[in-house]
């Protein structure tokens, strides 16, 4: 992908900020082929492993969430402190093991310590990418840089549709053969082959220059001048992170999910979902990101201070309707013709809110500050999405075939939430915001 060279900052060569911000948007694209296959292969595990709906919603949200959470605070303070490039690689590094072990894990105890592995290390990720673009990119296209950073989520997801689904057309149906190993489900294998890919680019990372902090103090803030900065803008904080924390949920659910949906509901293999859905992904999401980038940069520029948040909120309101019809849609066409607009406006949505966090957030803030987002985001989104989809399908409605009423009935009242979040944040935001940049 080429990133226009008027991100470049000068304090390093002009053609080296879009560079660098093509390496990390690169990396968070593994992150989530390797977080998000799991979703394309929820089918062919359940069937192998014999575990149920919750169980695996477990291990794609709540488990993964804490752990991604809880290890991004104190990751978030390294990224304040320390040589970013390095905490980075590391990360990568050490969830790519971690999703290999997963593919050979034996039970659900193994596969939850893996998951657990794997979102330690991908902790590492959004604090350390988003301090690093704040000193590649300069101010006035920082929307447009993070916008191009926030395709990684949904290439990553789509990717891993899409791989995922050509991988088990190439293996054999009956699983392979290893040296060492034995015969291993195909399922099992696709999780292997992305270890080495993530080495590659943890490797890759690590030999990207560290930039200087621009508009920093000479030291990190202390516990009482973060103190400070919460006590007077933690309103605004707390709706900003509110507003892309029930979106994220909304997000989740569906991307976790909609394989399913497509086997159960219309009938579709797991390779066939796999492609339609990455296909959508792969093009509507990341329309819907660069989109979002660009008019929260136009608006601020003409002077609308809370533009980014406008952008965020004017995403949700046509998508409410779009989640309410697409689960339950008569036929896969119908359900795909309404998913698309309702995948765009979410990852909209999504693209404006790092952008809109990090222009209240003070330089040497900025690993805690986004720690935190990723934290709201992950418990709040990533946590409970999925997890809240299982249960109302196991639990409530009693089927698994009722899929797509769960996700009819879950997917509104998130987004609304997430709209009054939106739409109570407003005026505190352009406060802050002008607090902040004086």
């Known amino acids: 992908m080429s990133i226009p060279s008027c991100l470049a900052v000068t304090d390093l060569p002009r053609r080296y900020a879009p560079y660098a911000v093509t390496v990390l948007l690169l990396a968070y694209v593994v992150a989530f082929v390797d977080r998000q296959i799991l979703n394309l292969l929820v089918e062919p595990i359940r069937r192998d492993t014999g575990l149920d709906d919750i169980e695996i919603s477990l291990l794609q949200g709540l488990s993964f969430a804490i752990f991604v959470a809880i290890g991004g605070l104190p990751i978030g303070r390294l990224v304040d402190t320390r040589r970013r490039t390095a905490l980075l690689a590391t990360g990568i590094a050490a969830w790519s093991l971690c999703t290999g072990a997963f593919g050979l894990a034996g039970s659900f105890a193994g596969m939850l310590l893996a998951r657990i592995g794997v979102a330690v290390g991908e902790a590492t990720m959004t604090p350390s990418a988003y301090s690093l673009i704040g000193d590649y990119v300069s101010d006035r296209r920082l929307g447009l840089a993070t916008a191009l950073y926030g395709l990684g989520p949904f290439a990553g997801s789509g990717l891993a ?8 057309r190439l293996l054999p149906a009956d699983g392979v053969m290893l040296p060492w190993l034995g015969a291993i489900h195909s399922w099992q294998m696709v999780f292997l082959l992305l270890v080495p890919v993530g080495f590659a680019v943890a490797i890759w990372v690590a030999s990207l220059s560290e930039p200087t902090r621009r508009h920093a103090a000479p030291h990190a803030p202390d516990r009482a001048a973060i103190a400070h900065y919460y006590a007077c803008h933690g309103t605004t904080v707390a709706g900003v992170n509110a507003a892309t924390g029930f979106t994220a949920m909304a997000t989740y659910a569906l991307l976790a999910w909609a394989p399913a949906l497509l086997a159960r509901r219309y009938g579709l293999s797991t390779a066939e979902a796999g492609t339609r859905l990455g296909l959508i992904l792969a093009t509507a999401c990341c329309a819907g990101v660069l989109l979002a980038g660009l008019v929260g940069d136009t608006l601020r520029r003409r002077g609308f201070a809370s533009g980014r948040l406008l952008v965020l909120g ?12 697409a689960p339950i849609a008569p036929t896969v ?11 765009f406006l979410l990852a909209a949505a999504i693209g404006s809110g790092p952008a809109t966090l990090q222009e ?7 690993g805690v500050q986004h720690a935190i987002a990723v934290l709201l985001a992950s418990l709040i989104g990533l946590g409970i999405g999925p997890t809240a989809v299982a249960w109302m399908t196991q639990r409530v409605l009693g089927d698994a075939a009722r899929l797509g009423e769960a996700l009819a009935i879950l997917l509104p009242i998130m987004l609304t939430v997430a709209l009054l979040a939106t739409l109570v944040t407003m005026r505190g935001y352009a406060r802050t915001l002008a607090a902040i940049t004086r």
């Open 161 to 168: 549709l899409l791989l995922g689904a050509g991988v088990l």
């Open 314 to 325: 004017g995403a949700l309101l046509p998508a409410i309707p779009f989640a309410v019809s």
């Open 333 to 343: 066409d119908l359900f795909l013709w309404r998913a698309t607009p309702l995948f």
């Open 360 to 366: 209240i957030t003070p330089n040497r803030m900025r």
